[in-house]
T-cell receptor, first 117, second 111 residues
Framework: NAGVTQTPKFQVLKTGQSMTLQCAQD?????MYWYRQDPGMGLRLIYY???????DKGEVPNGYNVSRLNKREFSLRLESAAPSQTSVYFC????????????????FGAGSRLTVL | LAKTTQPISMDSYEGQEVNITCSHN???????ITWYQQFPSQGPRFIIQ???TKVTNEVASLFIPADRKSSTLSLPRVSLSDTAVYYC????????????FGGGTRVLVKP
């Protein structure tokens, strides 16, 4: 049971390059999320998808785009990378809705460490 | 929005009990409180969830008073391996699935 799988695990980019971070979950979860975590800091929400076919901005969406490709997959794209986007990126998923095992029981991936030079 | 507030850091010693309190004054009636543990270089891991009173599992206990405006995560008899950052998470009420974390509490367990 893989849970949430993120690729790549590590990536180094030059300023201005583009790339896509991939995320897939095998738990049949409805909701998916992208967070970034800078060194020594907490988690900040970039974008989320409450259900297949919907995406919404989080706290720090500038410089990113997302695609909810299907129920399993949620990708994060950096169109023109900047050094300020150097961070660890975490994808997470949840069943959604309310109540136990609902909206805020998140399963996280292992993270993708991105360095922009 | 149900914003959360936690202490930034706590130090403890092996074998002691650690209690971390999270304030969430605007929690909605139907929302559950969840707690996560994050080790360095890893993604956060769900450890416990509660709605009211007390919940206990093999990792921790969660105490929630009747007004539900706060919750306390209790780690019994901590070991060095419990050194981590602990986050509480409360759904954002009317903001639906926009799940934002607070800064978390950095717990350092000393020998």
């Amino acid at each position: 049971n893989a849970g949430v799988t993120q690729t790549p695990k590590f990536q180094v980019l030059k300023t201005g390059q583009s790339m896509t971070l991939q995320c897939a979950q095998d738990m049949n979860h409805n909701s998916m999320y992208w967070y970034r975590q800078d060194p020594g800091m907490g988690l900040r929400l970039i974008y989320y998808s409450a259900s297949e076919g919907t995406t919404d901005k989080g706290e720090v969406p500038n410089g990113y785009n997302v695609s909810r490709l299907n129920k399993r997959e949620f990708s994060l794209r950096l169109e023109s990378a900047a050094p300020s986007q150097t961070s660890v990126y975490f994808c997470a998923s949840s069943e959604g809705g309310q109540g136990p095992s609902g909206a805020n029981v998140l399963t996280f991936g292992a993270g993708s460490r991105l360095t922009v030079l | 929005l149900a914003k959360t507030t936690q202490p930034i850091s706590m130090d403890s010693y092996e074998g002691q009990e650690v209690n971390i309190t999270c304030s969430h004054n605007n929690i909605a009636t139907n929302d559950y409180i969840t707690w996560y543990q994050q080790f360095p270089s890893q993604g956060p891991r769900f450890i416990i969830q509660g709605y009211k009173t007390k919940v206990t599992n093999e990792v921790a206990s969660l105490f929630i008073p009747a007004d539900r405006k706060s919750s306390t995560l209790s780690l019994p008899r901590v070991s060095l391996s419990d050194t981590a950052v602990y986050y509480c998470l409360v759904p954002p009420g009317s903001a639906g699935n926009k799940l934002t974390f607070g800064g978390g509490t950095r717990v350092l367990v000393k020998p």
